[in-house]
T-cell receptor, first 113, second 116 residues
């Protein structure tokens, strides 16, 4: 149980376009979703915390106008990278808290060309 | 603020042997949770083991066990009978307990390679 489905797993987009990443909790209600960014062989860096029905809380240094987070329902949270640039290329992971700990999506590898 | 430190960037072990990954943390909280997560080459984060700070008994999950030293703020992971499938990046993580669903604070990670 407690599965988070993340899509797409890989996406390539052109510089200046926007990309949406979706995370769905399949068998539980995710009141809170955490969004991370990870560079190769490095740790997960928390970008923002989204709560269902309210505005996301962004970590210091994260541009909220570039990384739009929406958590409109208890089973869906989305991250939109707006006006993407090559430096936004990274691995993005979502995570939700469950009674047993935290469950993670499978990640999205974003490449901006 | 909480911090988590993993001082071993890379470790290697022979198949069937035992390896211990180190983790220390700093917090002023008394009630919290500690986790070890594994991230294999697929990059899917997988929970290995978790420990509640109020429990004195060290958590174990099959070949994985922890040595939780609350006073020393140390939380090491022992992997016994290492298998090739244990090759992954391992992250120690901290979460303040209580009624709020707080965020996870991760260590820098340790890349473990199991050699045949």
């Amino acid at each position: 149980g407690a599965v988070v489905s993340q899509h797409p797993s890989r996406v390539i987009c052109k510089s200046g376009t926007s990309v949406k990443i979706e995370c769905r909790s399949l068998d539980f209600q995710a009141t809170t979703m955490f969004w991370y960014r990870q560079f190769p062989k490095q740790s997960l860096m928390l970008m923002a915390t989204s709560n269902e029905g309210s505005k996301a809380t962004y970590e210091q240094g994260v541009e909220k106008d570039k990384f739009l987070i929406n958590h409109a329902s208890l089973t869906l949270s989305t991250l939109t990278v707006t006006s993407a640039h090559p430096e936004d290329s990274s691995f993005y992971i979502c995570s939700a808290r469950t009674p047993y700990g935290y469950t993670f999506g499978s990640g999205t590898r974003l490449t901006v060309v | 603020a909480q911090t988590v430190t993993q001082s071993q960037p890379e470790m290697s072990v022979q198949e069937a042997e035992t390896v211990t990954l180190s983790c220390t943390y700093d917090t002023s909280e008394n009630n919290y949770y500690l986790f070890w997560y594994k991230q294999p080459p697929s990059r899917q984060m997988i929970l290995v083991i978790r420990q509640e700070a109020y429990k004195q008994q060290n958590a174990t999950e099959n070949r994985f066990s922890v040595n939780f030293q609350k006073a020393a703020k140390s939380f090491s992971l022992k992997i016994s009978d290492s298998q090739l499938g244990d090759t992954a990046m391992y992250f120690c993580a901290f979460n303040a307990g209580g009624t709020s669903y707080g965020k996870l604070t991760f260590g820098q990670g340790t890349i473990l390679t199991v050699h045949p």
